[in-house]
């Protein structure tokens, strides 16, 4: 019966990406037997309930095969469709090209650029070891599979992660290394001499080797693995990617485009298909019946065990009900004094921590730079209830495991770092705001006033390129209200990540009567005036005040903009009532390009084009003419 369903996976495969026009055969062809295997004996999975908590987690990190994921969600009673397989890459279909997630489709995470799905991955297994810990094991006990590919682990995030995975001793990790030698241009061993088995062994994974198309290796390797429970797991399975497609098979020819139908139909013939291609019989479909049937009594058995637990146990119950609150709604009081926002922020996410249970972060190695610590012990192999994590200098793994974290059910996952290195982890902070995660990024040390290290470590263009992405909130909070506003609206779950942008050097406190509604909105008012505004943002703001007070005999409205990518597709009239008058300027250290865009019509941006100099902050700021008396008087000029 396994080579009957295995059949049929692989026919609606081909079938979808045929009828599609487009898509990547090869990868479901060549993994079809695994993919079954895993959905008959191993997943856990509800079709019922496919959002439960404590379902395997299933990483599809070459998602160009999403064809095989779909065919095997539809095959499993998931709400998936003949006409959503007909309808592979159609617009507003279920079923895209890449599809990255849907949990209420059972997709977890199927992604698009590789090695994306193996370092999140990390973060789904880290998520549950913490969850384990917090909840109990009768709550959340449950493995994160993958299927990886040669791509994945070419793309260096992939190793980062990796270590990471080994290092936290991950052991209901598990991953399958579709191992078929080809990539798009041809075969792999063209561009890597890499050993994955001695890679792997040698960072500490299990590793273990079987032939993709043989149902009892890909059984007993997996049964192997799951009681490993000190190491992730990596099996490499050789495969033959588009098995069966007679001449494209084992070459890059079956990669990224359809079989086209003169190879179809000899693919049909090889493995003796004579029906409709999307027509299967029931029996295919009752192979899967037992196992979710098993599955979905889990699931009523777990919410009895759940139930049971919440109404008997304060403990748990006050636990569960800390992880799932929906916004920090918490009372915070500054000690308004001189501080760096990133020292600020540092006191207000210490507090945070005292009264949460759901973040989950740390640093790139700079955690004595950013100061970003949530609560008082490290997660660790040894205590898997610790809150802080130590990534080392892996910018890029940290984007994805705090994508994996916050993507795992109730959590908030963070990452701390210096604002410049944002560009090393900028594929993981598009994909967050691609999925709609409430991952949070924390960047410090925002501009030239980092001062001596220099330009390398100044960041210029960063906040710009940040405020690009969409669905990306970059926040940028002066010494004041802001920041407690700006770190409870950052953890606060709306749908999207954050990105918290926060100095090296000391501001002084701002006593700003401003409310959270107004800061949330984007900009607000911070100070009245008739005859010019000056539009800024963070430690920028207080220099806004210092010029208002030197121009004293003109009417100086000062608007904050904390959150300027909050202004995008405001109504035109928002903007209008910001402005005092046809005198508008716009102060930032940082590009000026895109102020414009945001605000219509700005008489002159403050701001600096070029790159920074090594030198003391008093130095650039004569250099850069970001004195209160430079600016002060390049506004005169406009009063007349």
């Not at 539809?74 to 006409?83: A, R, V, Y």
């Not at 636990?319 to 920090?328: A, V």
């Not at 290290?453 to 940028?476: C, Y």
Request: with cysteine; charged share 25%.
């Amino acid at each position: 019966m396994f080579n009957k369903v295995t059949k049929s996976v692989r026919i609606l495969s081909a079938a979808g990406v045929e009828e599609a026009g487009s898509g990547h055969p090869g990868m479901p062809l060549g993994m079809a037997d695994v993919g079954t295997v895993l959905y008959k004996k191993f997943l856990k999975v509800s079709n019922e309930n496919p959002s439960w908590i404590n379902r395997d987690r299933f990483i599809l990190s070459p998602g160009h095969g999403s064809m095989l994921l779909y065919s095997l969600l539809h095959l499993n009673g998931f709400d998936i469709s003949i006409e959503d397989l007909k309808n592979f890459r159609q617009l507003k279909s279920k079923t895209p090209g890449h599809p990255e997630l849907d949990t209420s489709l059972g997709i977890d995470m199927t992604t698009g650029p590789l090695g994306q799905g193996f370092s999140t991955g990390v973060g789904f297994a880290l998520a549950e070891r913490y969850l384990s810990e917090l909840l109990g094991e009768d709550i959340i006990n449950h493995f994160t599979y993958g299927i990886v590919s040669d791509g994945d682990l070419m793309e260096g995030v992939s190793f980062e992660a990796a270590e990471l995975a080994s290092v936290w001793k991950l052991g209901k990790l598990i991953y399958i290394f579709d191992d078929n030698n080809i990539s798009i241009d041809g075969r792999v061993t063209n561009v890597s001499s890499t050993d994955q088995k001695k890679k792997f062994e040698s960072i500490g994974w299990h590793v273990l080797q079987v032939d993709a198309h043989d149902e009892n290796e890909i059984s007993q390797a997996l049964i192997d693995a799951r009681n490993v429970h000190d190491k992730p797991s990596i099996i490499i399975a050789k495969s033959i990617i588009g098995k069966f497609a007679p001449n494209k098979q084992d070459t890059s020819g079956v990669h990224g485009s359809p079989l086209g139908a003169d190879e179809m139909q000899e693919f049909k013939n090889n493995i003796g298909w004579q029906e409709d291609l999307f027509e299967h019989k029931k029996e295919i479909y009752d192979y899967f019946d037992e196992k979710r049937r098993i599955d979905n009594n889990l699931f009523s058995q777990w919410k009895e065990t759940f139930s049971n637990k919440y109404e008997t146990n304060d403990e748990f119950k006050k636990s569960w009900d800390l992880l799932i609150s929906n916004d920090i709604s918490i009372e915070l009081h500054s000690d308004k004094t001189s501080l760096a926002t990133r020292i600020a922020g540092s006191n207000v996410l210490n507090y945070i921590g005292t009264v949460t249970n759901n973040i989950i972060g740390g640093s790139a190695d700079l955690t004595a730079s950013t100061k970003q610590i949530v609560g008082d012990s490290k997660f660790s192999h040894e205590n898997y209830g610790g809150r802080n994590l130590e990534y080392g200098i892996r910018e890029h793994a940290m984007g994805a495991i705090v994508n994996g974290i916050t993507l795992h059910s109730h959590l908030v996952g963070y990452g701390s770092t210096f604002l410049v290195f944002s560009d090393y982890m900028r594929p993981s902070i598009r994909l967050a705001a691609l999925m709609e995660s409430d991952s949070v990024f924390i960047f410090t040390h925002d501009s030239i006033y980092l001062g001596e290290d220099g330009p390398t470590h100044q960041p210029i263009e960063h906040l710009m390129a940040l405020r690009l992405i969409p669905n990306l909130d970059v926040i940028r909070p002066s010494n004041s209200c802001e920041i407690e506003y700006a770190y409870r609206y950052a953890f606060s779950k709306s749908g999207n990540p954050k990105a918290i942008v926060l100095t090296r050097q000391n501001l002084e406190y701002l006593d700003l009567d401003t409310k959270y509604e107004e800061f949330t909105n984007g900009a607000y008012i911070a100070s009245e005036g008739g005859d010019v505004t000056i539009f800024a943002s963070g430690s920028e703001l207080e220099l806004a005040f210092s010029i208002k007070e030197y121009l004293k005999e003109t009417q100086v409205r000062i608007v904050s903009v904390p959150i300027l990518n909050k202004l995008e597709n405001v109504d035109p009239q928002v903007i209008s009532d910001l402005k005092a008058s046809n005198l508008n300027f716009t102060i930032e250290l940082g590009r000026s390009i895109g102020w414009e865009t945001y605000l219509g019509g700005i008489t002159k941006s403050f701001s600096i084009d070029q790159f920074g100099i090594s030198a003391p902050m008093d130095n650039l700021r004569e250099q850069f003419k970001f004195t209160t008396e430079q600016i002060g008087e390049e506004i005169k000029k406009f009063l007349g």
